[in-house]
């Protein structure tokens, strides 16, 4: 593992990582890694006045959120550090702890998707703090629940708002600078119960819906829109 960086503390942050990864998370149990991390960031984030924060998602699961000095009070920030301490089932409990490759790569679970992002962050915080360059309108939220349902990041963006966020999910070490989305709705459309023979009086709901979609077809169609 090879770091430019001089101000990046290499063994801190490779420590952090190590435990991180063996520390079993899977979606719905990650309590054991979100008490550690919350101690470790109070210990090395708290003595520059960061505020870290449990965010109650359900009862024994919380999101971690760590303010910056002075602004623990505001609901809206500029910039969102994002990272998810979930990962999905281990198919053998006895190998997903940390293994260092003979190509010089870590694996384990999580390492990628996501824990070593979040490692990342928390020591760029560190070094900030170290060298009095903590910005103040930040936040970092490390969340749970994000390899199925996505409830930590729904109960973060239930609290507060942010102009623009920096997920650490794997892209190769290349910048995604958009992704792709999708938006959920649910559309009702209303007539009345006829006999068959008076269908065609009133309202029709199926013949409403019907040219509901095909109006949006068109839409799209027109639009040249990648919905």
């Known amino acids: 593992m090879i770091i430019d960086n001089p101000d990046i503390n290499q063994k801190r942050l490779y420590s952090l990582f190590k435990d991180m990864i063996n520390i079993y998370s899977p979606s719905g149990k990650e309590e054991t890694l979100a008490d550690y991390l919350y101690e470790y960031l ?10 870290i924060i449990r965010q109650t998602v359900e009862e024994d699961r919380y999101n971690i959120l ?12 500029s910039l969102l550090l994002l990272g998810h301490i979930d990962t999905v089932p281990s198919f053998d409990i006895e190998q997903q702890e940390l293994v260092e490759g003979d190509d010089g790569l870590l694996y384990g679970l999580g390492s990628a998707d996501m824990k070593g992002g979040c490692a990342a962050f928390i020591e760029t915080l560190i070094v900030l703090g170290e060298t009095g360059k903590l910005p103040s309108d930040i936040m970092l939220a490390l969340v749970v629940g994000e390899e199925e349902t996505g409830d930590g990041t729904a109960a973060l963006l239930s609290e507060f708002s942010f102009d623009s966020a920096i997920v650490a999910e794997p892209t190769g070490l290349i910048p995604c600078l958009e992704h792709y989305g999708y938006l959920e709705f649910q559309i009702t459309t209303m007539g009345y119960r006829r006999h068959a023979a008076m269908s065609g009086r009133e309202t029709n709901a199926v013949i409403a819906m019907l040219h509901l979609l095909l109006s949006l077809e068109e839409y799209i169609e027109q639009t040249d829109s990648h919905i």
């Open 42 to 51: 109070n210990e090395q984030l708290g003595r520059f006045g960061c505020s």
């Open 66 to 77: 760590v303010t910056m000095p002075n602004s623990s009070n505001i609901s809206s920030y």
